[in-house]
Nanobody, 115 residues
């Protein structure tokens, strides 16, 4: 079973930036490269929503709420997917999770944006 570990969260003021990382283990580099990787956001008391995804060949897709502010990228050699978060807003606060094709979730990383 693939394992995912997210990191990079923290407390930041509105308008600031953070870069999240998610590293996979128990999966080969080839296996990782074939996965579509995605980031999800779970705000306090709300459901987990898709924020961004990146397919095996690099195609990306974003939720309307983060378009132009967030950038997803991947480094298959490092089995890592990133989420660059710029122009952060208080509504971006929550726990961020990454996920591949398997039904496996990491522990998430907390992002708090103060106004």
């Amino acid at each position: 079973q693939v394992q995912l570990v997210e990191s990079g969260g923290g407390l930041v003021q509105a308008g600031g930036s953070l870069r999240l990382s998610c590293t996979a283990s128990r999966i080969s580099e080839l296996g990782f490269s074939l996965n579509t990787m995605a980031w999800y956001h779970q705000a306090p008391g709300k459901e987990r929503d898709l924020v961004a995804l990146i397919a095996r060949y690099g195609e990306t897709n974003y939720a309307d709420s983060v378009k132009g502010r967030f950038t997803i990228s991947r480094d298959n050699a490092k089995k890592t997917v990133y989420l660059q978060m710029d122009s952060l807003k208080p509504e971006d606060t929550g726990v961020y999770y990454c996920k591949g094709d398997a039904e496996a979730w990491g522990q998430g990383t907390q992002v708090t944006v103060s106004s």
